[in-house]
Nanobody
Framework: VQLQASGGGLVQAGDSLRLSCAAS??????MAWFRQAPGKEREFVAT????????NYSDSVKGRFSISRDNTKNTLYLQMNNLAPEDTAVYYC?????????????????WGQGTLVTVSS
């Protein structure tokens, strides 16, 4: 599986942005978004199962971010609303074949290259 994230950019606080992650190869059961701010560990953002019905979010983004996927296009999305400066980070998409949702980066086998989101105040 190869993952290609895109959609990052420079926005102002309160703006919205949608990230995409195009996947090639075998369809992954569970996909997720993680992010890594400068000088910090990579942290979980959101995850989604194959059907798109089951989702899980970190507390810091719950109610503002929405994860979705289009299996016909083999693409994962992250809709980010009401962005804040603390959302500034490189955002990574990840995938694994096991069906269980996971917030642990160690459980994900495949990673995209990351896309930078910068939110100015």
């Amino acid at each position: 599986v190869q993952l290609q994230a895109s959609g990052g950019g420079l926005v102002q606080a309160g703006d919205s942005l949608r990230l995409s992650c195009a996947a090639s190869g075998r369809t992954s059961s569970t996909m997720a978004w993680f992010r890594q701010a400068p000088g910090k560990e990579r942290e979980f953002v959101a995850t989604i199962n194959l059907s798109g019905v089951r989702k899980n979010y970190s507390d810091s983004v719950k109610g503002r971010f929405s994860i979705s996927r289009d299996n016909t296009k083999n693409t994962l999305y992250l809709q980010m609303n009401n962005l804040a400066p603390e959302d500034t980070a490189v955002y990574y998409c990840a995938a694994k074949y096991q069906a269980s949702l996971s917030m642990s980066r160690a459980d994900y086998h495949y990673w995209g290259q990351g896309t930078l989101v910068t939110v100015s105040s």
